[in-house]
């Protein structure tokens, strides 16, 4: 069985993606989380690493490929990631998540512990600085929902709602653990 999960910033998708892979007993590939771990490292913050990685292709690719590789290699995932829809060509199913983005903002002040006006434009200066990199290093459209199975507003339910709708999807969708 294998699922991606993807949405932009602060839609839930890491929060839920952990709460899938727990109740089905399934492995977790996260690409924010490979992301934040080379921002820190190299002691910037993820929207000064979001530029960063516009001049360095080899960051999106990195993550991208090793993110891509890991979930090739696994019978039994969830592949959460802004592009592990795109890039995860064997899912079975693929998941959008979204939410209005006053209230993405909000949730990203929130965990971040950062002003709301500071995060409203970090946040939209990362998403604009991402949508021009997936389109010019994989001529992928993020704004094209078109690829996924099912799509979620995050901003209607809490996680616990939006992981009981992805569980029900699998239930409905007969997909089961692959026990080889």
Known sequence: MKITISGPPGSGTTTVAKIVA????????????????????????????????????????????????????????????????????????????????????????KREGKDLTVVRQETRLREEFEKRRYWKFYSIDIDNWTIYDLIINSGSFDAEGVVEIILKAVEVKKIKVDQK
């Open 22 to 109: 727990e109740k089905l007993g399934l492995k977790l590939i996260s690409a924010g989380d490979v992301f934040r771990q080379l921002a820190a490292k190299k002691g910037m913050t993820v929207e000064e690493f979001s530029q960063y990685a516009e001049e360095n292709p080899e960051i999106d690719r990195l993550i991208d490929q090793t993110q891509k590789e890991m979930a090739e290699k696994e019978k039994n995932v969830v592949v959460e990631g802004r592009l592990s829809g795109w890039f995860v060509k064997n899912a079975d199913l693929k998941v959008w998540i979204f939410a209005d983005p006053e209230v993405r903002y909000s949730r990203i002040a």
